[in-house]
């Protein structure tokens, strides 16, 4: 059984390669949007994070109706961090549009989604996007498209992929990038032709394998995928069962079955094979679970996940501030919330320690664990972090083996020779060294701790015109020893306001974290210094009053711009003994041990 009028399509890409603004266009040209209806830009970028920070973090499914054809389209993220969901959404795609960028053209993420979609065998249409660039070199980045697949050593039949060309923020796809069209008509045309209609066995008993979970105050847990055989009712009874958990079977009532139109869900009595669904009102269901009837219970196989590399401790806050600013903050609130993420976030893994106020959380990089951090504070929870630590494995001889990445970096010739120096420090190896009009292109092999706190000095090195790109290798053996960071901590000796006077006496010392009037307290890391030692210093010292004028006393202290971190950049400079306290108005670094004498006996007592 055959269905010809819906198609299953994934956008897929390296980060800012502009898949989100590409569905914008497609949105726009099937009609859905009133002529003079004002539209944002990255419509389907819903989450306030990924507004501000100009990238997808979670995969959304909208659909179009084009020449009386269904054209359900999945965005996927690009960041290496989001890999989990590329991974778990194709399985509801029957081919994949691969966007890459008119000029960068294949990156590291690149070969990552390009990979997981010839590992299920979907067929891809290839689209270079930005062609509207002053420098893009539309036929080299052809040739590296299908350089990329020879690579990944993919079927001869992806190097016969269709190739469109479009300029997604001016709204348009063409089959020829010599002529600008006037909407992306190209591009849906090239999808219907070549995406296959999808198939099914004759049969009645339904299956829905959900490939991802959303929530809703109103509707509860629902769960989204492709109904793979059959056709699914209202009301009807079925059960939940999982492929990689034999014991799971429970039974349930489909309550309310919804489809993507455009932007919306819309409620139906019932859905094909073929149909992407969102299902509500069906308790205890996940991502990975097989929905079906009793008769036809054999459970589908979902992809394996990669494995987290970095993990962090989520604590309760315990500085003189804790309670202050946040609505949540007992350990109860945080393991509930935590716990909740990692129903919908099938590459998070949450565990309980053995402090009850304390829970390790693994994720796939320094970007997934501070979106999770920035999107909890964001609800009103209060709670302290640790340093990110890599996450080792063992071979059959008792080995470590470690994370490793592979590194692609482009910066102007002029700062190759300091990169080089740097990541060599950090146990990176050099592979290749590719020289292009000024720029050089340098890719490493490194260990994922190496880059743990390199992004920042990277930028600095680089005058920010450098990119680093990273895409997970695999584990390897451990690669020995790697400097820890020479940079030290001005920790703030009493509990008080930072002064204009205190400030200006420490700045002598590093840079500074804090403005006058900040409220500090004991212990708390209220700058750096460049010496690699801790130095406690008085930020709250002032200046005591005499009767005595000078003729220099009133004059204006100059203090040096305070330097305000991100999440971010605290996860970079953070040190074993230190913690970020994460409140909903404000982000501290602080030691563990807040007592100065305290952390001088530990220091000597771990000598």
């Known amino acids: 059984m055959k269905r010809s009028d819906v198609r299953n399509v994934a956008i897929i890409a390296h980060v800012d390669h502009g898949k989100t603004t590409l569905v914008d266009g497609l949105l726009k040209t099937s009609g859905i949007f009133r002529e003079n209806q004002e539209v944002d830009e990255r419509v389907m970028d819903s989450n306030s994070i990924e507004r501000e920070r100009g990238i997808t973090i979670l995969s959304k499914n909208t659909a179009i109706n084009y020449k009386g054809i269904k054209i359900n389209i999945i965005d996927t993220p690009g960041h290496s961090d989001f890999g989990g969901e590329v991974e778990r959404v194709l399985n509801m795609a029957e081919a994949v549009v691969l966007v890459v960028d008119s000029h960068e053209g294949p990156m590291p993420q690149t070969k990552f989604v390009m990979r997981k979609a010839i590992e299920l065998n979907l067929p891809a249409i290839v689209c270079i996007n930005k062609v509207d660039r002053p420098d893009q070199r539309v036929s080299e980045v052809e040739d590296e498209v299908l350089d990329l697949m020879i690579s990944l050593n993919a079927d001869e039949k992806y190097l016969d992929s269709p190739f469109v060309y479009a300029s997604a923020k001016q709204g348009w796809a063409s089959v020829d990038y010599t002529q600008k069209k006037n909407d992306m008509s190209d591009l849906l045309d090239t999808i219907i032709e070549y995406t296959p209609e999808f198939e099914a066995p004759e049969s009645e008993a339904f299956k829905v394998l959900v490939s991802t979970t959303d929530y809703n105050d109103y509707l509860g847990r629902i769960g989204i995928g492709k109904v793979e055989e059959g056709i699914i009712r209202k009301n009807d009874e079925a059960i939940i069962i999982n492929y990689n958990d034999p014991e799971k079977r429970k039974k349930v009532r489909i309550q309310t079955i919804y489809e993507f139109e455009g932007l919306n869900r819309v409620e139906v009595e019932s859905a094909k094979f073929g149909s992407i669904v969102a299902l509500s009102g069906v308790e205890g269901i996940n991502i990975g679970d097989t929905v079906c009837t009793t008769e036809n219970d054999e459970p589908i196989e979902f992809t394996k996940i990669s494995e987290p590399t970095l993990a962090m401790t989520f604590s309760v806050n315990n500085s003189p501030f804790a309670g202050r600013e946040g609505k949540y903050v007992t350990s109860r609130h945080i393991r509930n919330r935590l716990f909740r993420e990692k129903e919908t976030d099938v590459s998070l893994k949450v565990e309980e320690t053995d402090s009850t106020e304390s829970f390790r959380v693994s994720g796939r990089g320094e970007l997934h664990l501070s979106v999770l951090v920035e999107n909890l504070r964001r609800e009103g929870y209060e709670f302290q972090v640790s340093k990110p630590e890599v996450l080792y494995q063992k071979d059959e001889n008792g080995k470590i083996l470690e994370p490793i ?43 994922a701790r190496g880059l743990i706190g390199y992004r920042q000095e990277f930028l600095s090195d680089t005058k920010g015109l450098g990119i680093l790109n990273t895409e997970f290798k695999g584990y390897e ?47 708390q890391v209220v700058g750096s210094n460049q010496k690699g030692i801790d130095i406690d210093v008085n930020v709250c010292k002032k200046k005591k009053q005499t009767n005595i004028r000078s003729s220099s006393s009133d004059d204006a202290l100059t203090l040096s711009p305070a330097k305000i971190m991100s999440m971010e950049e605290m996860m970079e400079f953070v040190e074993s003994d230190e913690l970020i306290e994460v409140t909903p108005k404000s982000l501290r670094l602080r030691k563990r041990i807040l007592d100065s004498n305290q952390r001088y006996k530990a220091k000597k007592y771990e000598k």
Do not use: W
């Open 477 to 523: 053996r451990y690669k020995g020893d790697i400097p820890k960071r020479n940079m030290g901590s001005l920790i703030s000796f009493e509990t008080g306001i930072a002064s204009s006077y205190g400030l200006y006496n420490a700045q002598s010392r590093g840079d500074l974290f804090v403005v006058p009037g900040d409220e500090v307290y004991e212990g």
């Open 405 to 447: 990445e592979i590194a692609t970096i482009d910066v102007d010739d002029e700062f190759t020779g300091t990169v080089i120096e740097k990541l060599g420090r950090r146990k990176g190896e050099l592979t290749n060294m590719i020289p292009s009009n000024g720029f050089t292109r340098l890719i490493f092999t490194i260990p």
